[in-house]
């Protein structure tokens, strides 16, 4: 079993950067793909970014191009998210989640994700 821990979260102005942690136990991240969703009140939790342990390679959703970055340390166990020039629409709570999806197709689903954590709030006002 693999238990996944976020903090970061908090209450912040548009324009203004946060970043998310998210730490692992249990199981080393290095065989799995590292994800990031959110859900906003009312709305299906979506896809933010993920991330393959093994090479780095990364993927973003439209929405958050250019403004995130999705980040690992192995040495840590962790995987993070910069997130800069912070929305208004941003504001959901955050989830890490890791799984075996075995493309790009496959990363945005939700049921490719064995292991999810409890969420971070994050709150961004105009």
């Known amino acids: 079993q693999m238990q996944l821990v976020e903090s970061g979260g908090g209450l912040v102005q548009a324009g203004d950067s946060l970043r998310l942690s998210c730490a692992a136990s249990?199981?080393?991240?290095?065989?799995?793909?590292a994800s990031w969703f959110r859900q906003a009140p009312g709305k299906e939790r979506e896809f933010v970014a993920y991330?393959?342990?093994?090479?780095?390679?990364?993927y973003y959703a439209e929405s958050v191009k250019g403004r995130f970055t999705i980040s690992r340390d192995s040495a840590k166990n962790t995987v993070y998210l910069q997130m800069n020039r912070l929305k208004p629409e941003d504001t959901a709570v955050y989830y890490c989640?890791?799984?075996?999806?075995?493309?790009?197709?496959?990363?945005?689903?939700?049921?490719?994700?064995?292991?999810w954590g409890q969420g971070t709030q994050v709150t961004v006002f105009s």
């Open positions: 989640a890791a799984g075996l999806p075995l493309t790009t197709a496959q990363s945005l689903n939700l049921s490719r994700y064995d292991y």
């Open positions: 249990g199981r080393t991240l290095s065989s799995y793909v």
């Open positions: 991330i393959r342990w093994s090479g780095g390679g990364s």
